[in-house]
């Protein structure tokens, strides 16, 4: 099955400078890589995901990078703010089958803004 | 609203008294699937249905059992529970139709067995 591995597991920046979380993936054969944003008490929301056919995926201060090659993916968040505080998951999975395997989490990475 | 209901929100019980989580969604979403997340493990996914009468095994499923016989419902049945099963449960639901889209998480059920 497939293995997510996530860094790093707790990540402390300044407010206003950019954040960078990393992701390995171990099956080839996936091609959807979603980021998910859980603030502390809440549930995962997803705040943005790439397939992968495309190299870069961008929303606002968020981006996604795959290097399908290296089987990576990164997550870039870009003048952070405080209400950027939170747990980032990311996760894999292929979409053959209609992806039936589910997706497989990383194990989080506890990101904190400091003022 | 579109959303997914768990229920209980928090329970303490005891080892082996058999206990249900429910899950329900109002999405007539296709895909639904119970995950638990531990400190330092992340969220790690217990089992999951593509439809009715349709459920798998997903990578911790030892100790839990579903049953998927309506779209909306997904319970969570822990029929002799253990300390070890002492964690945050989420329920989650998506549509699938050959690409996956957002899963839907509902609350969470903190659990904790004695």
């Known amino acids: 099955g497939e293995n997510v591995e996530q860094h790093p597991s707790t990540l402390s920046v300044q407010e206003g400078d950019s954040a960078v979380i990393k992701c390995t993936y171990s099956d080839s054969a996936s091609n959807y890589f979603p980021w998910y944003k859980q603030e502390l008490g809440k549930r995962p929301q997803l705040i943005i995901d790439i397939r992968s056919n495309v190299g870069e995926k961008k929303d606002q201060r968020i981006a996604v990078t795959l290097n399908k090659t290296a089987k990576h993916f990164s997550l870039h968040i870009t003048e952070t703010q405080p209400e950027d505080s939170a747990v980032y998951f990311c996760a894999a999975t292929s979409e053959l089958g209609g992806g039936a395997d589910g997706l497989t989490f990383g194990k989080g990475t506890h990101l904190i803004i400091q003022p | 609203e579109a959303q997914v209901t768990q229920n209980p929100r928090y329970l303490i019980t005891v080892t082996g008294k058999k206990l249900t989580v429910t899950c329900s969604q109002n999405m007539n ?26 459920t798998d095994k997903g990578d911790v499923p030892e100790g839990y059992k579903v049953s998927r016989k309506e779209k909306r419902n997904f319970p969570l049945i822990l029929e002799s529970p253990s300390p070890n099963q002492t964690s945050l449960y989420f329920c989650a639901s998506s549509f699938i139709g050959g690409i996956l889209r957002e899963l839907f998480f509902g609350e969470g059920s903190r659990l904790t067995v004695l």
Request: hydrophobic share 30%; aromatic share 20%.
């Open chain 2, 29 to 54: 979403h296709e895909y639904m699937s119970w995950y638990r997340q531990d400190p330092g493990l992340g969220l790690r996914q217990i089992y999951y249905s593509m439809n009715v009468e349709v």
